[in-house]
């Protein structure tokens, strides 16, 4: 399996976080599955991407930081359009 880049992942992230607009959010594994029929072994790539972007990673309501979470993840743009940076800052 060919890789996609990070700016391929980086641009498959923000379009679908983007689609769903502020206070929506999204699992990562489908951006995985957009990218590559064998998505799994791409899932820590696209969160590694993900902690890069102006983007705010939950679990179970809280923020969380997607390269040390463990388990199921979900992210998205703040709400009212707020993004976050990897510190939870708001940009």
């Known amino acids: ?27 990562p594994s489908e951006v995985a599955r957009g990218l590559s029929d064998d998505w799994r072994p791409l899932m820590p790539e696209v969160r590694r991407v993900a902690a890069t972007l102006p983007l705010k990673a939950t679990q179970n309501g809280e923020w969380v930081d997607p ?23 708001n940009l």
């Open 67 to 89: 390269l040390n979470a463990k388990g199921p993840i979900r992210l998205g743009l703040g709400s009212g359009g707020a993004a976050t940076s990897g510190g939870g800052e």
């Open 1 to 27: 399996m060919t890789q996609p880049s990070d700016a391929t992942i980086a641009a498959a992230l923000m379009e679908l976080a983007l689609q769903r607009g502020p206070g929506k959010t999204f699992c």
